[in-house]
């Protein structure tokens, strides 16, 4: 435990500079009487100071709390405070602190001279002094005695105009608490890590949109693929239904020739009917006439006239067979148009469908051309030629926009770089014509001062010239003129003697000494401001770091989960990270070329499909013809029977 043992205080308030008074501090108590302004609440400030160097309350920035120098007749007074304690490893040490009261002409100047701490070399049993300044002797004392600066100053030697601070408002009381529990670091702390909290909810937040992204990609990307397996798909059964209906084709072709030749057969064998009727007709006229001209009957029995009718119905009955069985062939004929009109009525349906399709494709490919055309005009990329765009036109357009894209960010990156080193240097330039200003101001200030004080100065030596104006007017003249000159005389010596030690220009020399010595302490609290910046830097760089191999984890997680479908998409080739996103892009460019490929392939089968249409339709032209042909064959046929 730390103890206190003994406090010399030498110019401090009542206490004289001269004389040096020494307070010992007894154990376990130690009670300090005396009537009022005797020096108790003097005894505890020193305590205060010398341990956490705060002023009392009443201080005025330490003007009253050192010996007064118009009670001492003097310009400046000195006062010192040694504090000998023990600290908490019971290691003696003397705390010493120095300070300086000077009156100046206008006003009276505090200024604490020096920091001291003395210890014993425990190997040697010599004086160790340590010099310090004030900020760090601060720090230094209350981390020695093992007991914060907080609880030093508020509740160990706490001022008496400052004791009821318990019962002020509560925001006082919370930072009075704070600081007494060292809880203002832990609340920086947590703020720290509520906005690090923050920052990381929003990075995470960004990384799920992107993810979300790269999911719609992908499904995209696995959505094309399957579009363009199931066209695959189609163009393939569409090629076989393609074969099996050319094949049909030529079975119908070849029905179609055969029923040809048995029609001209049948045309043949009309045309001999045809004759055999017209002969047979002429002969009935010649058998008329014949059996007119007859003077008597024939005498043909019955058996041979039974036989000619035999002979005739034979010959009926073959012409009868014939006749079913081009009715038959016709009935096939009939069912087989029906079917092939059935198939030629789906084939249209697809036919339909395919053209729907590729009028929403050159639907899209317009869109596109326009699209492309506007960012031409837009960003005037040069005469886009006239629309429809080809392929390979719209890859080198695409190729061209997104160069020109490219160099759009290359420029305003460039711009951004060179707009961050401007406002860089005007800063630097803002801050060093700000440092020029503060120099110019003090010295300014300074110079004022010094010229009221002169102004004063002249003022009291007028009216001091008036008052001997007036004594000399009673004193006798020749002994003042013979006193002028010896003054004169003395005057122009001490002003020799002036010039010859040139103490102007050592006063120039010390000012710029001073000048440059207050540049350097403006530069040493710079650096001390800037190293405690980068105190936090590196707490937030830590925990950044830490956020950065969470997120590598995460990503090394979700590349692990996906390896499987990235080496499906990339077949079986995992690439590095920074190569990944560029590998996909080429994946989905050769996926677009493979779907302009199958939209040609398409636009071929469209082609093919209408020249069977219109095989087709020949098919059926000759299909009516060859019905026409029959119902000529089978009236004529009718007739024949008949008769």
């Known amino acids: 435990m730390s103890t206190v043992d003994k406090m010399l205080i030498k110019g401090i308030r009542s206490f004289d500079p001269e004389n040096k008074n020494v307070v010992t501090f007894f154990k376990p108590l130690t009670l300090i009487v005396g009537p009022n302004g005797a020096g108790k609440t003097t005894i505890i400030e020193c305590l205060k100071l010398s341990c956490t160097g705060e002023l009392p309350p009443n201080a005025r920035s330490g003007h009253s709390f050192i010996h007064d120098p118009k009670v001492a007749g003097e310009t400046e007074t000195k006062g010192q405070i040694k504090l000998r304690f023990k600290t908490a490893a019971s290691k003696d040490v003397v705390c010493i602190r120095s300070f300086q009261l000077t009156q100046k002409a206008s006003k009276m100047e505090y200024k604490a001279i020096e920091s001291v701490l003395q210890t014993i070399n425990p190997h040697t049993g010599e004086k160790v002094c340590l010099s310090y300044r004030c900020a760090d002797m601060d720090r230094e004392i209350p981390a020695l005695m093992g007991v914060s600066k907080a609880i030093l100053e508020n509740v160990i030697f706490v001022h008496q105009d400052e004791a009821n601070w318990p019962l002020q408002d509560p925001s006082t009381l919370k930072k009075k608490f704070d600081d007494i529990f060292s809880a203002t670091r832990y609340t920086k702390a947590l703020e720290v890590i509520k906005k690090l909290h923050k920052e990381q909810a929003q990075d995470i937040k960004t990384y799920k949109l992107k993810l979300e992204n790269l999911q719609t990609l992908k499904d995209a990307a696995y959505k094309l693929r399957e579009s363009i397996s199931q066209d695959q798909e189609k163009t393939e059964a569409l090629k076989c239904q393609m074969q099996e209906l050319e094949r049909n084709i030529q079975n119908v072709d070849a029905k179609i020739h055969h029923t040809e030749v048995t029609l001209k057969d049948l045309?043949?064998?009309?045309?001999?009917?045809?004759?055999?009727?017209?002969?047979?007709?002429?002969?009935?006229?010649?058998?008329?006439?014949?059996?007119?001209?007859?003077?008597?009957?024939?005498?043909?029995?019955?058996?041979?006239?039974?036989?000619?009718?035999?002979?005739?119905?034979?010959?009926?009955?073959?012409?009868?067979?014939?006749?079913?069985?081009?009715?038959?062939?016709?009935?096939?004929?009939?069912?087989?148009?029906?079917?092939?009109?059935?198939?030629?009525?789906?084939?249209?349906?697809?036919?339909?469908?395919?053209?729907?399709?590729?009028?929403?494709?050159?639907?899209?490919?317009?869109?596109?051309?326009?699209?492309?055309?506007?960012?031409?005009?837009?960003?005037?990329?040069?005469?886009?030629?006239?629309?429809?765009?080809?392929?390979?036109?719209?890859?080198?357009?695409?190729?061209?926009?997104?160069?020109?894209?490219?160099?759009?960010?290359?420029?305003?990156?460039?711009?951004?770089?060179?707009?961050?080193?401007?406002?860089?240097?005007?800063?630097?330039?803002?801050?060093?014509?700000?440092?020029?200003?503060?120099?110019?101001?003090?010295?300014?200030?300074?110079?004022?001062?010094?010229?009221?004080?002169?102004?004063?100065?002249?003022?009291?030596?007028?009216?001091?010239?008036?008052?001997?104006?007036?004594?000399?007017?009673?004193?006798?003249?020749?002994?003042?003129?013979?006193?002028?000159?010896?003054?004169?005389?003395?005057?122009?010596?001490?002003?020799?003697?002036?010039?010859?030690?040139?103490?102007?220009?050592?006063?120039?020399?010390?000012?710029?000494?001073?000048?440059?010595?207050?540049?350097?302490?403006?530069?040493?609290?710079?650096?001390?401001?800037?190293?405690?910046?980068?105190?936090?830097?590196?707490?937030?760089?830590?925990?950044?770091?830490?956020?950065?191999?969470?997120?590598?984890?995460?990503?090394?997680?979700?590349?692990?989960?996906?390896?499987?479908k990235v080496k499906g998409v990339l077949k079986g080739r995992i690439p590095p990270d920074k190569d990944l996103k560029k590998e996909i892009a080429q994946v989905l460019r050769a996926l677009g070329m493979e779907f302009e490929d199958l939209n040609s392939k398409s636009r071929e089968a469209e082609r093919e499909v209408n020249m069977l249409q219109m095989k087709i339709q020949e098919v059926n032209n000759n299909l009516s013809k060859l019905h026409k042909d029959m119902d000529c064959e089978y009236c004529s046929s009718f007739d024949y029977s008949f008769l």
């Open 267 to 564: 045309r043949k064998l009309q045309e001999q009917i045809s004759t055999k009727t017209a002969e047979r007709s002429t002969l009935f006229k010649e058998q008329q006439k014949q059996y007119a001209a007859l003077a008597e009957e024939n005498e043909d029995t019955d058996e041979e006239l039974k036989e000619w009718k035999t002979k005739f119905e034979e010959r009926i009955a073959l012409l009868e067979s014939k006749t079913s069985k081009l009715e038959r062939e016709m009935n096939d004929t009939e069912t087989k148009s029906s079917f092939l009109k059935q198939t030629i009525n789906e084939y249209i349906w697809d036919i339909s469908k395919l053209q729907a399709e590729a009028e929403d494709h050159v639907s899209l490919k317009n869109e596109r051309d326009s699209m492309i055309q506007k960012l031409f005009v837009r960003h005037n990329l040069g005469s886009s030629p006239s629309t429809p765009f080809g392929n390979e036109v719209a890859m080198n357009l695409t190729n061209r926009i997104k160069s020109r894209l490219m160099d759009l960010e290359k420029d305003l990156e460039d711009k951004k770089k060179s707009n961050e080193l401007e406002l860089k240097m005007a800063w630097d330039r803002y801050m060093h014509a700000n440092d020029r200003w503060k120099d110019i101001e003090a010295q300014k200030q300074a110079k004022i001062e010094i010229k009221s004080g002169i102004l004063k100065r002249i003022e009291e030596k007028e009216n001091e010239r008036d008052s001997f104006e007036i004594q000399i007017s009673d004193v006798n003249l020749t002994h003042i003129d013979d006193r002028e000159k010896n003054m004169r005389i003395e005057v122009e010596r001490k002003t020799n003697q002036l010039a010859e030690r040139e103490f102007e220009s050592n006063i120039r020399q010390k000012q710029s000494e001073i000048y440059t010595i207050e540049q350097k302490i403006k530069a040493a609290n710079r650096e001390k401001d800037i190293m405690a910046a980068d105190s936090e830097d590196r707490v937030k760089l830590s925990l950044k770091k830490a956020e950065l191999e969470s997120h590598k984890k995460k990503h090394k997680k979700i590349m692990d989960e996906i390896k499987e």
